[in-house]
């Protein structure tokens, strides 16, 4: 496995960073109230909680006197007792309340968030996907989730109380003697220093946790997915190699910054401690010489861990919000990113209310990369209702045709219409209840049977469903399983053989009932009798709408009225596929040979 | 952790111990106007200060080392033993589940291990000795406040009955949003098919929706909990107060013992409210550790028996046996009806290559997967040279078979390694023996050759492209023993052609077994075994069978089962 950079150039950097500090803000803005609210409670619980020492002095100074007095009065310690109650109360109420609003604002940012990273995957064309891995998204919308997770756990908390007593602390200190405050200036550089380095250092280490447990989560997911070949392969050894390097970065990256916050926490304390004795020494001459009073610098003292401590706390929340911002960059990136195949701001309807189903490919030009065009510049019209064949040698070209007819890809020059509209000017949801394709890929989602065939049309009843499976021949199977349509198919269909899987996708598609049905060697896992089983249904479906059918078994090509043969990525025949027999040209060759296989 | 808990009293003992100095400095050198002391005293508050500091230092930087290594290890045995438990775990475990193990639930244990456990035990002991020290100042008031702590525990315990349940119900929801984010991945070429974002994103948002409400229940519990245990010690403080002042005022207690009373209470504040963070923590540590635990606690069903023997694979013959072989998928229960396959008897000779045939679902992959033990049969037994093949180590057996599975799996890496896999030293003469075998030729053309990364995070191929890949990875090498399931489904009829040609004399004095469809491929075995629900019900010659056996004509032919349908 090859290792990629880590940090993204200088630029780029600024650029996320300041992305995800806007995507946190427009995470938070909705719940600007309710956060202006939480910190209300929190200060009541704190202001509430400073309130108790002092009801406890003013009951030792003043209600104790009074109750050992002569006239042996207690109210003014029930009444300090009764207020000490109160405020007790008020902290208790402020804190659990506090809990829960700010749980609440935290955890529905981050439903927000998961959702606006979720859909926008989605959103993204193949060609993203096909670089990007599932590994990785995976990863994105789990890992990264968890870190910004634990800024929810606490955070702001720590975060207002110690700005708190920092400042407040701050102003009592320059109050009480402002030379030794200034004393206490001193220390200022230093915590400054420490903190700035911390920013990088951690910044730089959390970004490289992401990247390497992004990594390792890619292997992880990827070798268990494969994990038949893995085993039939003994590829478990070397696997389990990768593995550890990618573990072992994953290790090294969360120390780096683990040992960087482990670093700045003492790191605080004891420029704090230092300071204290600094002070102390200092005070203690300055007593010595009448500058200073004795009390003042015992106060002085006691302040000053009071303006320590909460540094300590912040230092944590820090480290919490550092993780959350790596995280957060790498989610702002997904979320930068402009899908390659957009829907259009103002979509086109189409002419009637269902596609006739009328393809149209203008001078359409087309390659995967910039320096490998794959179709030069093809013209082709579909008439509404015709069945198209695509055949030609591995490579030609076909399968991308059929991405692009489904507009899975742009074309680079030239249009691809429906009935007139460009697939560009149409809305995701017209262009999908138009044109569905069918791979050999046929993806399974883990779920029942019902579920995965429902998916063609998410309203279907078990009706429906069960007349889709029976049309296309796939309910025989289905009913002798011991559950048939509420059987589970396990992780992407497993439960399922091969043809199974085939013919739970064709039903899919049936289900969804399009104008235009794009078929791409969806055949090729079944039996023959399943087969002719498929293609006397798609006789059928193919009377009353457009279809393009890629097969190498010809048996599926002869119910074409038209057939194409491509080379690479031009169209070298075109016609009835009896004409074409009888021409004697490549469809000719190819139907021979067919003919030959069959035995 | 015995030197982590030293380091954290140490640091804790230091942090003690300066405000003795201070109080020492103060009553004595500053009153007494004995600036001689000052400075010897100022630098006794800086040395603890100092240890104080690199004594935290020291336990952290350890500290999160070894968590960090323990979470490593625990990650590294886990990939460990998932890869070596059977397929048939990996059917019914989604590597979502498996994945919020290895990371989240991982994480959670590091964090106990680094914070949780220490501080637990340091608070703990603190809560007891301030405790101890109360009852002996006045043991009244002393008992009052260890009676406080029953409610805490009260609380604490409540907490815990709550908490878990939650904690581990938000674990396993991890899980499967990991899951369903996976499968809206892999699967998203049919969600753009067909259009289903929305349904998607629906199913998604309903997950999400429950972790959100999971972790809602949560914070309640959390926060019910973490203010009564604020609440507790303070209303202890109150009465505390109330108490004492009637005690002084009796003249059983004096003003300063109350004042060095409420001083220690307050010491408690910190260890009490800490009780609840470190529950929590503690609590999800348990449920990570139970979860992933779950996964290591699966023995491997399928691993070399003690009498297994490692076996050099040029010293196989290559005759195959299967022996009443039945078999049923672990997940489908065990009735009699849930059989695949039962009483499955066939022999192959050395060199030999037979075709399976049958009906979609009839059990020819399941049949095929028994040989490489992806499954072991329920019942009866297959041979290799007439060695059940559980008598032979997993790594050998391996290597004297070589699979294509129905469905190419790439692996994102180059073709040279998707190929050779587990074969370490693959000789370039081998790999284009293989890619000559599977008319994979094409690879040569990609961008950077055998180099070219491929699969996920690479150079997409085709359906037939991976299939040929997929051939060349099972020829490669050259194994005794061939299994082919369907291999050529996604060819078209030309490289159909040459591919057969190309097998048919590698396949000369390989014993094979080849899945087939179609009638072409069958020329490339001497024999056929029709597969009828789960039996073989006649073998022979594809002409003899052709001609005897309706059952394999409707299987096989075209033409005929064309008339008969209409
Ligand atoms: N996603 C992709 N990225 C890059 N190249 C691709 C991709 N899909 C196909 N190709 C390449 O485009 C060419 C045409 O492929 P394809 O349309 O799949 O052919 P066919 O379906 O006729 O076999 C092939 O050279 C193939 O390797
Ligand atoms: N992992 C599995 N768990 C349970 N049942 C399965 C599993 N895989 C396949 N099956 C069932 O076993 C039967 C045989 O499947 P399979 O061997 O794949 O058939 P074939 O390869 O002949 O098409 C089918 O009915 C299928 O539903
Ligand atoms: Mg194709
Ligand atoms: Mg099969």
Redesign the pocket.
């Known amino acids: 496995m090859s290792r990629r950079r880590v940090d993204p150039p200088g630029s780029a950097l600024v650029r996320l960073r300041t992305a995800s500090r806007r995507l946190l803000w427009s995470l938070l803005r909705p719940h600007r109230r309710a956060l202006l609210l939480a910190v209300m409670l929190l200060l009541a619980q704190n202001l509430a909680g400073m309130a108790g020492p002092y009801l406890i002095k003013i009951g030792i100074d003043q209600g104790i006197p009074a109750l050992t007095g002569s006239g042996r009065d207690a109210t003014v310690l029930a009444v300090t007792a009764g207020l000490f109650a109160l405020a007790s109360a008020i902290e208790y109420a402020g804190k659990r309340g506090f809990m829960l609003l700010y749980g609440r604002i935290g955890q529905s940012a981050l439903l927000d968030l998961r959702q606006r990273v979720f859909d926008h995957f989605q959103r993204l064309s193949m ?1 993203f996907h ?1 670089r990007y891995t599932s590994g990785r998204m995976v990863s994105r919308l789990t890992s990264d989730m968890d870190s910004i997770a634990e800024l929810t756990d606490g955070g702001l908390n720590e975060l207002v109380v110690a700005a708190l007593s920092v400042v407040s602390v701050a102003g009592v200190l320059l109050w009480l003697d402002p030379p030794l405050a200034a004393v206490t200036m001193l220390s200022f550089p230093f915590l400054l220093v420490l903190s700035r380095w911390f920013q990088l250092a951690s910044a730089r280490a959390y970004r490289r946790t992401r990247e390497t447990v992004a990594r390792l989560i890619v292997h992880f997911v990827e070798s268990l997915d494969g994990i038949r070949a893995v085993q039939a392969f003994r590829r478990e050894g070397r696997n389990e190699q990768i593995f550890e390097g990618a573990n072992e970065d994953y290790r090294r990256a969360n120390l780096t910054a683990l040992r960087s916050i482990a670093i700045l926490s003492p790191g605080i304390m004891l420029i704090g401690n230092v300071t204290l004795a600094v002070v102390l020494t200092y005070g203690g001459y300055r007593v010595l010489h009448g500058q200073l009073e004795i009390g003042v610098l015992t106060a002085f003292l006691l302040y000053l861990r009071r303006f320590f401590d909460p540094m300590q706390q912040l230092s944590q929340f820090y480290n919490s919000l550092q993780s959350a911002t790596a995280a957060l960059e790498k989610l702002a990136d997904v979320l930068g990113r402009r899908p390659g195949v957009p829907e259009p701001p103002r979509p086109v309807a189409l002419p009637r209310h269902r596609a006739r189903g009328q393809l149209r490919l203008d001078n359409v030009q087309f390659g ?2 910039a320096d490998q065009l ?1 179709l030069p510049a093809l013209d082709l019209v579909v008439p509404a209702g015709q069945t198209l064949a695509l055949v ?10 059929a991405r692009l007819i489904a507009r899975f890809y742009d074309p680079l020059d030239g249009a691809v219409s429906i009935d007139g509209v460009d697939l560009r000017h149409l809305s995701e949801r017209d262009l999908r209840r138009s044109i569905v394709m069918v791979t050999q890929e046929n993806y399974l989602f883990a779920g029942t049977i019902a579920d995965n065939i429902r998916f063609g049309r998410p309203s279907a009843s078990l009706d429906e469903i069960a007349q889709a499976a029976k049309a296309i021949g796939a309910a025989t199977f289905i009913d002798a399983l011991p559950d048939a349509y509420r059987t589970r198919v396990h992780r992407r269909g497993g439960r399922l053989s091969a043809g199974q899987r085939q013919l739970v996708a064709f039903a899919r598609a049936f289900l969804a009932d399009p104008a235009v049905l794009i078929l ?1 060697e969806a055949t090729s896992s079944l039996d023959i009798p399943s087969e002719r089983l498929v293609q006397r249904a798609l006789r059928t479906i193919m009377s009353d709408r457009t279809a393009v059918v ?1 097969a190498h078994r010809l048996s599926t090509v002869e119910i074409a009225d038209r057939v194409l043969v ?1 080379d690479r990525g031009r169209i070298v025949e075109d016609g009835r596929p009896t004409d074409l027999v009888a021409a004697g040209g490549r469809y000719a060759d190819l139907h021979r040979q067919w003919l030959n296989s069959l035995g | 952790m015995g030197w982590m808990l030293a380091l954290a009293f140490g640091a804790t003992a230091a942090l003690i111990a300066v405000p003795l100095v201070i109080r020492h400095l103060v009553d004595g050198p500053v009153r007494q106007r004995e600036p001689g002391a000052i400075p010897a005293l100022g630098a006794l508050v800086l040395a603890f200060g100092v240890t104080e500091a690199l004594l935290v230092f020291f336990r952290r930087w350890m500290q999160t080392a070894s968590a960090l290594g323990m979470e490593t290890a625990i990650r590294h045995d886990l990939y460990r033993h998932l890869q070596r438990l059977p397929v048939a775990f990996h059917d019914q475990w989604p590597s979502g589940q498996l994945l919020s193990r290895a990371t989240s639930d991982l994480a959670v244990l590091r964090r106990f291990l680094s914070f949780g456990l220490i501080f637990g035990i340091v608070n703990t002991t603190t809560y007891i000795a301030v405790i101890v020290l109360l009852l002996r100042l006045h043991w009244p008031l002393g008992l009052a406040v260890a009676v406080s702590a029953v409610p805490i525990i009260v609380v604490s315990k409540r907490v815990f009955s709550q908490y878990l349940t939650a904690a581990r119900r938000m674990q396993d929801l991890q899980g499967e949003l990991a899951t369903l984010v996976e499968s809206a991945a892999q699967g998203i070429r049919v969600i753009k098919a067909f259009g289903r974002h929305q349904h998607i994103g629906r199913q998604f948002a309903a997950n999400a929706r429950d972790l959100h409400d999971t972790a809602m229940a949560k914070t309640r519990v959390l926060a019910s909990c973490w203010s009564k245990l604020d609440l507790i010690p303070n209303l202890t403080l109150g009465l505390m107060l109330a108490v004492g002042a009637i005690e002084v005022a009796g003249g059983r207690l004096t003003v300063g013992g109350l004042v060095a009373f409420v001083a220690l209470q307050t010491a408690l504040l910190w260890p009490v409210q800490s009780i609840g963070w470190i529950i929590a923590n503690g609590q999800e540590a348990m449920t990570a550790a139970d979860r992933v635990y779950e996964v290591l606690d699966v023995r491997p069903a399928i691993t070399d028996r003690r009498t297994a023997r490692a076996v050099d694979p040029a010293t196989v013959r290559g005759r195959v046996r299967f022996e009443r072989v039945g078999f049923a998928y672990p997940s489908a229960g065990s009735s009699p009806r849930s059989a695949v396959l039962s009483e499955v008897s066939l022999d192959i000779a050395p060199g030999e290559t037979v075709a399976i045939v049958g009906a979609t679902g009839s059990g020819k992959t399941s049949l095929v997967s028994l040989l490489p033990r992806t499954h072991d049969p329920t019942t009866g037994r297959v041979t290799i040279d007439d060695r059940d093949i559980r008598d032979y180590t997993l790594d050998s057996l391996r290597s004297i078979v070589g699979v294509a599975f129905e469905e190419p799996t790439l692996f994102s890496m180059s073709v040279r390694e998707n190929l050779a896999l587990g074969c370490h030293g693959t000789s370039h003469s081998a790999l284009a023996e293989a890619i000559d075998i599977a008319q994979a030729g094409f690879v040569y053309d990609l961008p950077q050759g055998l180099d070219t990364r491929i699969g996920e995070q690479g ?4 359906g ?2 991976r299939q040929r890949l997929a051939l060349a990875r099972a020829v490669l090498g050259r194994p005794r023993v061939l299994v082919l399931d369907d291999p050529l489904s996604a060819l078209d009829v030309h490289t159909e052609a040459l591919v057969e040609t190309a097998l048919a004399a590698a396949l000369r004095d390989t014993t094979a077994i080849i899945v087939v469809h179609r009638p072409s491929t069958i020329a490339l075995a001497g024999r056929v075994a029709l597969l009828m629900d789960g039996t073989i019900t006649a073998v022979g010659t594809h002409s003899h069978l052709m001609a005897t056996i309706p059952a394999y004509r409707a299987v096989l032919s075209a033409t005929v089962g064309t008339e008969e349908a209409r």
């Open positions: 060609s096909e995967y990369r794959i030609g040698t591995t490579g030609g070209g076909k399968t991308t045709i791409d890629i491509l | 150079h997409s191929l085709s037939g492209q």
